[in-house]
């Protein structure tokens, strides 16, 4: 109940926790992306965070394809790690039970989500191409696969009235297009 000091207090420092650890965990995952990269011998030379996200800015050729798998597979892979770190604890504290849900949470949204930005698209870009795809037909294949989950997931959240889902799949959506025109 809202109009109860108390639990509004408890719901306040719910999200007083909550908000550092959304952008630690989305932190941790980029710096992952990093030192893989870095163990490839590649240079990081930012982490930008958003209010959706963050991202990790890697140059590196196309011909790394095997390479790039194992950089953008870094970051989902860093969030399950610290689930299965933080799980024991979660009866203990709130923190780790926030900590497992947000992580959780991260982890599998980049990694099975095929949509640019992120990881899950990526990946799949990654996976045409070790099949033998070239870059730019890996990419055509990937922007399209996008466009087609990306109105399936506009579809569905408009059916389940989740306006979230109907303003962030869209704005994939734009990132996709947005970074299509670089190719």
């Not at 420092?13 to 959304?22: D, G, N, Y």
């Not at 953008?72 to 892979?77: D, E, R, S």
């Not at 037909?137 to 059916?159: E, P, S």
Request: glycine share 6%; hydrophobic share 55%.
């Amino acid at each position: 109940n809202i109009n109860n000091p108390n639990q509004m207090y408890k719901h306040l420092a719910s999200l007083a926790m909550i908000i550092p650890i959304v952008y630690g965990s989305v932190l941790f995952h980029e710096y992952a992306h990093a030192f893989a990269a870095k163990f490839f011998g590649y240079d990081c030379k930012l982490i930008e965070l958003h209010m959706f996200g963050g991202m990790a800015h890697i140059f590196m050729p196309f011909e790394k394809i095997r390479q790039e798998f194992y950089i953008v597979l870094a970051g989902p892979v860093s969030n399950f790690v610290l689930v299965f770190l933080c799980y024991p604890f979660i009866y203990y504290s709130d923190f780790f039970a926030y900590m497992v849900m947000i992580n959780f949470s991260i982890g599998t949204f980049n990694l099975f989500l095929p949509l640019f930005p992120m990881d899950g698209g990526r990946l799949i870009r990654s996976m045409f191409m070790i099949f033998g795809h070239k870059p730019l037909q890996a990419y055509k294949l990937t922007y399209y696969l996008n466009f087609i989950v990306a109105v399936a997931g506009v579809v569905y959240f408009a059916y389940k009235l989740n306006p979230m889902g109907v303003i962030i799949i869209p704005l994939m959506l734009f990132a996709t297009i947005a970074d299509y025109k670089f190719y």
